[in-house]
């Protein structure tokens, strides 16, 4: 069954404050799209709407987090890290606060809000505070999962989830090793290594893919920062060809972070797919993933176009 | 001069001194919070030795996170940070330029990026609520920091959240960087704003021990609202020449301006 990563997380959260009575939940009057109403729901004392002001969202996390309590902050994805970003650096990560900030309607798939709305630098501008964690999720249980190792640390992290609903490569009973990179096909020659919604489209330019005789592999990356180096390493090693597959910019994301290792440890030829360093505009999301080439049918012409050089 | 007084008037000497063997920091809005900081650290929160280390007090942020070296010498001379003061703003040392709480046991936030420290002890105010504490957040704000659009966000959500534990003070000396607060971004009147956003609101003279005194526990009777202590300073008080003087704002005193800044001082004993 498909179900947004936003809502996974929702769910999850709900679970986590009825388990840990520390935990304190903020948004920025999005609650109902982010989902933490949901946790709103059940432990009204312990959620604090701070309006739209999501600068001083981060910092009273900051200050309640200080206060030994576990803070989950929630926005859309563009605010809750573009706007805050150095308030999340200063205020957050330099202290080392336990401050989650799960930012909920990641890349252009939030669909017809168009640019304003859409966060496609999101995981860039996380990943290059230093200490930071993030975090892109392909599914319902990676989310939950996710959501449940980062409430039992005390480090702060980014968790990017999406707005619409993708399909479940995982169950409920998938043992998850947070934080190195999961092989979800075997397949030879090119290696594919895909976050968030691109799993999903990845896995369907793999069924188109091998009925025409080519089989790539695709990796589930959804710990961004700090990267699975040696996982990443194992796969550039077994494979002629590599692709990255985000739903985010190609400056500063997965594909930046993949080709970091490469070029240190096992250089390669790498054909990053994302937003190709512009922005996008309001549409359908799947308007929007065929018109900037994010769908299946991109995954699977750049898989062609491999095989054709050979 | 009673024992505060020459807790204070030792604070501002170390002021001068840090920032003199520093060859940096900001000795003016330092000096302007030196009577301020007296009264919170010596008798009006409940902190020592045995609290320093934990967040269950009476805990203050230094929004002003520039008045590092007046933070640094008041727990010096409070007794709660042993660290040489000398080492401020040099390699390796715990005393950062601007405060870092992971560095120093009795900073309550790391702060220096201005307006975000009052959002951290709105925090702190709400998670004090959730935890049914009788702690009080305290906070220092400069005047030329209200031009941070966050201090009203943080602002709102304090009296929204009715955060009577919460005190914040302004440490209104009149002077920015570059020059007087009404000429490079005028953010008076600072009390009117603060009362319109439903805060209480106290005016002080900020080097007037009684009126501070006064004032705290003003702030400590009311309930239902956040208090905000406008203190009117003067900035660089204490050394004659960096009185009134924005340029003093973030600059050192050379050799002879910092024996000329400690004999005056020490006229004071």
Same mark, same amino acid.
């Given at each position: 069954m498909a179900k947004a990563t936003r809502e996974a997380y929702g769910e999850e959260l709900q679970k986590l404050v009825q388990e840990n009575d520390k935990i304190v939940v903020l948004d920025a009057d999005l609650s109902g799209s982010t989902k933490t109403a949901m946790a709103k729901k059940v432990a009204p004392e312990r959620f604090f709407n701070i309006g739209i002001a999501e600068g001083n969202m981060i910092g009273v996390a900051a200050g309640i987090a200080s206060s030994g309590h576990p803070v989950f902050a929630s926005s859309f994805a563009m605010f809750a890290t573009g706007r805050c970003w150095e308030q999340i650096r200063n205020s957050i990560v330099y202290p080392g606060m336990n401050v989650k900030i799960c930012g909920s309607h990641g890349g252009i798939s939030v669909g017809e809000d168009g640019v304003s709305h859409q966060a496609t630098e999101d995981m860039a501008i996380m990943r290059s505070i230093p200490e930071m964690r993030v975090f892109c999720p392909c599914d319902e249980w990676e989310t939950k999962a996710i959501i449940r190792h980062v409430a039992n640390d005390d480090k702060p992290c980014y968790v990017r989830l999406g707005r619409s609903a993708v399909e479940n490569f995982f169950d409920e009973n998938t043992k998850f090793e947070i934080g190195k990179v999961q092989v979800l096909n075997r397949g030879q020659k090119v290696a594919i290594f895909a976050t968030g919604l691109m799993v999903q489209e990845c896995m369907k330019a793999v069924s188109t893919l091998k009925a025409q005789g080519m089989e790539p592999t695709v990796v589930d990356v959804s710990c961004i920062k700090p990267l699975d180096e040696e996982g990443v390493v194992e796969i550039l090693k077994q494979h002629d060809f590599v692709i990255t597959a985000e739903e985010h910019n190609i400056i500063g994301g997965l594909g930046s972070a993949i080709c970091e290792v490469a070029c240190k440890l096992h250089p390669i030829k790498i054909r990053r797919i994302g937003i190709q360093d512009e922005f996008a505009q309001s549409g359908s999301y799947k308007e929007l993933l065929k018109a900037y080439k994010l769908s299946d049918e991109a995954i699977v012409e750049a898989v062609k176009e491999y095989y054709q050089s050979l | 001069?009673?024992?505060?007084?020459?807790?204070?008037?030792?604070?501002?000497? &170390?002021?001068?001194?840090?920032?003199?063997?520093?060859?940096?920091?900001?000795?003016?809005?330092?000096?302007?919070?030196?009577?301020?900081?007296?009264?919170?650290?010596?008798?009006?929160?409940?902190? +020592?030795?045995?609290?320093?280390?934990?967040?269950?007090?009476?805990?203050?942020?230094?929004?002003?996170?520039?008045?590092?070296?007046?933070?640094?010498?008041?727990?010096?001379?409070?007794?709660?940070?042993?660290?040489?003061?000398?080492?401020?703003?040099?390699?390796?040392?715990?005393?950062?330029?601007?405060?870092?709480?992971?560095?120093?046991?009795?900073?309550?936030?790391?702060?220096?990026?201005?307006?975000?420290?009052?959002?951290?002890?709105?925090?702190?105010?709400?998670? &004090?609520?959730?935890?049914? &504490?009788?702690?009080?957040?305290?906070?220092?704000?400069? +005047?030329?920091?209200?031009?941070?659009?966050?201090?009203?966000?943080?602002?709102?959500?304090?009296?929204?959240?009715?955060? +009577?534990?919460?005190?914040?003070?302004?440490?209104? &000396?009149?002077?920015?960087?570059?020059?007087?607060?009404? +000429?490079?971004m005028n953010p008076c009147p600072i009390d009117q704003k603060f009362a319109a956003f439903g805060w209480n609101v106290i005016v002080i003279d900020g080097h007037d021990y009684d009126q501070i005194r006064a004032a705290f526990a003003k702030a400590r009777a009311c309930k239902g609202q956040p208090t905000m202590i406008l203190a009117k300073t003067i900035k660089g008080k204490g050394v004659s020449f960096m009185e009134n003087n924005a340029g003093w704002h973030g600059v050192a005193p050379n050799e002879e301006q910092l024996a000329q800044a400690l004999k005056e001082l020490e006229a004071n004993d």
């Open positions: - | 001069m009673n024992s505060l007084e020459k807790h204070a008037n030792n604070i501002r000497k &170390n002021i001068v001194k840090m920032v003199a063997n520093a060859k940096s920091g900001h000795p003016g809005g330092s000096l302007s919070a030196t009577e301020i900081l007296s009264v919170l650290y010596f008798e009006e929160m409940k902190i +020592d030795e045995s609290n320093v280390d934990s967040c269950d007090r009476d805990r203050f942020v230094l929004s002003k996170g520039h008045a590092s070296p007046c933070l640094y010498a008041t727990l010096a001379e409070r007794g709660l940070l042993h660290d040489d003061l000398m080492t401020f703003r040099k390699l390796n040392s715990n005393l950062q330029g601007h405060p870092n709480m992971r560095s120093v046991a009795g900073v309550d936030m790391s702060t220096g990026s201005l307006g975000q420290g009052i959002s951290a002890a709105v925090g702190m105010a709400i998670a &004090n609520k959730v935890d049914h &504490n009788d702690h009080r957040i305290y906070a220092l704000l400069g +005047d030329g920091e209200c031009e941070e659009g966050q201090v009203w966000e943080a602002a709102m959500c304090a009296a929204h959240y009715k955060l +009577d534990n919460l005190c914040a003070i302004v440490d209104f &000396n009149g002077l920015q960087i570059d020059g007087e607060i009404q +000429d490079v």
